[in-house]
């Protein structure tokens, strides 16, 4: 078969067979394949969404939203940016367009299955406040407890005193924290606890904690950030099956 330049570098002309050797030498072919595939479905399913007119208004909108997001309102700014990225207005125009039409292909993709995935991920967008307090003796933690619940100390006093973790520093305060990556101990107890409650002493992590449960922050599925996640979740699920349901054969070697 003949070889089909693909660079010159230098005067000297790299053909795609070598480009490809390379690629797989590196062990990065698979990687490289897999990005070509993933642009080819989507612009075949991009196709499929043509017909669908985007509003002129939510165009606008996006362009505006873009350019303040990346401090572009100047348009000598803005200018600069398109001639940096090589690009021309019209690109970029088009490249907004693709942006909405992905977006409304992955709504399209995940809205079946939207509400029963969002069930089934809730525990790992819920979020719970904790603070804590690590030892690494058992019976100094039961000593903490019991001062605790006896009234003779406050639980930041003693995170600053006795506690081992960074976070002793603010009082043991964790911040927020999925309930979903809890170790199992303690998200079976955050699962049932109510604000307030001291879990522990738990042996976690080749230490003993004591945890006191600051607030719940409840997910929602009304939540744009909570609702894109899923659908970007979803939409990859779609485009990794599609990926193995595709026969693929090299044209060259």
């Known amino acids: 078969m003949e070889s089909i330049a693909f660079l010159k570098v230098n005067n000297h002309t790299i053909s795609l067979?070598?480009?490809?050797?390379?690629?797989?030498?590196?062990g990065k072919f698979g990687m490289f394949l897999a990005e070509i595939l993933r642009q080819h479905i989507l612009e075949h399913e991009l196709a499929e969404v043509e017909a669908i007119d985007i509003d002129t208004?939510?165009?606008?909108?996006?362009?505006?939203?873009?350019?303040?997001?990346?401090?572009?309102?100047?348009?000598?700014s803005f200018q600069n940016w398109l001639v940096?990225?090589?690009?021309?207005?019209?690109?970029?125009?088009?490249?907004?367009?693709?942006?909405?039409?992905?977006?409304?292909?992955k709504?399209?993709?995940?809205?079946?299955?939207?509400?029963?995935?969002?069930?089934?991920?809730k525990p790992f967008f819920d979020r719970v406040v904790l603070s804590r307090i690590i030892v690494s003796d058992r019976e100094l933690a039961d000593t903490l407890k019991a001062a605790i619940s006896a009234g003779k100390n406050q639980f930041e006093s003693?995170?600053?005193e006795y506690s081992v973790s960074d976070d002793r520093v603010v009082n043991g305060m964790m911040g927020p924290v999925s309930r979903g990556t809890l170790p199992d101990i303690l998200k079976n107890m955050v699962d049932i606890a109510k604000v307030g409650e001291i879990l522990g002493p738990l042996e976690i992590e080749g230490g003993y904690g004591l945890f006191r449960v600051e607030?719940?922050?409840?997910?929602?599925l009304e939540d744009p950030k909570v609702k894109q996640e899923l659908q970007n979740q979803l939409f990859e699920q779609w485009l990794q099956e599609k990926l193995q349901s595709l026969e693929i054969k090299l044209e060259f070697k």
């Open 158 to 160: 003693l995170a600053r």
């Open 84 to 105: 940096k990225n090589g690009i021309t207005y019209d690109n970029f125009r088009q490249g907004i367009t693709n942006e909405i039409k992905l977006d409304k292909l």
């Open 107 to 121: 709504t399209k993709i995940s809205q079946p299955k939207l509400e029963a995935y969002y069930q089934q991920q």
């Open 57 to 76: 208004a939510e165009l606008e909108q996006t362009i505006v939203n873009f350019r303040l997001e990346k401090q572009l309102l100047d348009q000598n």
């Open 17 to 26: 067979s070598q480009a490809v050797g390379y690629l797989k030498a590196s």
């Open 215 to 220: 607030q719940f922050l409840d997910a929602s």
